[in-house]
């Protein structure tokens, strides 16, 4: 398994839709895990971290399951400006402070 | 506002040349700083680790003695890309740990076109 896996996408969704991705990762010490979004030619910036089994943020939610080590980001009611690609990040050991990066999930909302 | 500042945004330069970017930490000190590189349509890769006051940690493949690192500072580390060459166009991004907030800040990242 890669360390860091996604589905690369397009995700071509209409404005209002509910739009799930998934990440599974290799290193089964990771205790903490992160989202970031990444708009075209910008730095990433951290959308959301995940430490135990989930987090919410307004339209934002992110699941994690330990078992099956993967985590997933779910975006209610997208909006024109959620277009971005979402990266899936992951500690790289156990309180290690370097990341491994997904290839992130591009997602389009349409008008 | 940013809280990890890069630059120069971007660099356009003749083959042989060597080309320096810095990353600045503005509300923190930043023991650890990381450079990442970003081809297109690749994800971010981890080139190396900078660590103020000591020598950088390279990942495996990456020449440190072409992408040399200095860390001089807590709150400054800087990439210098030594006699650049086509293949080293791309997307270079530093961020820097706030281990207060335990979180990773990082820069606008650096587009370097070597022609």
């Known amino acids: 398994r890669k360390e860091v896996e996604q589905d690369p996408g397009p995700f071509n969704v209409p404005e209002g839709a509910t739009v799930a991705f998934n990440c599974t990762y290799s290193?089964?010490?990771?205790?903490?895990f992160f989202w970031y979004r990444q708009d075209c030619r910008k730095e990433p910036k951290l959308l959301m971290s995940?430490?135990?089994s989930g987090n919410e943020d307004g339209r934002f939610t992110a699941q994690l399951n330990r078992a099956s080590q993967y985590i997933s980001l779910l975006i209610r009611d997208s909006k024109l400006s959620d277009s971005a690609t979402y990266l899936c990040v992951v500690p790289s050991g156990a309180g290690s402070y370097q990341l491994t990066f997904g290839k992130g999930t591009k997602l389009s909302v349409i008008p | 506002g940013a809280v990890v500042s890069q630059h120069p945004s971007r660099v356009i330069c003749k083959s042989g040349t060597s080309v320096k970017i810095e990353c600045r930490s503005l509300d923190f000190q930043a023991t650890t700083m990381f450079w990442y590189r970003q081809f297109p349509k690749q994800s971010l890769m981890l080139m190396a680790t900078?660590?103020?006051?000591?020598?950088?940690?390279?990942e495996q493949g990456v020449e440190k003695d072409k992408f040399l690192i200095n860390h001089a500072s807590l709150t400054l580390s800087t990439l210098t890309v030594t006699s650049a060459h086509p293949e080293d166009s791309s997307f270079y991004i530093c961020?820097?740990?706030?281990?207060?907030?335990?979180?990773?800040?990082f820069g606008a990242g650096t587009r370097l076109s070597v022609l």
């Open positions: 961020s820097a740990r706030d281990i207060a907030k335990n979180i990773q800040y």
């Open positions: 900078s660590n103020e006051g000591s020598k950088a940690t390279y």
């Open positions: 290193n089964s010490a990771s205790q903490s």
């Open positions: 995940v430490y135990s």
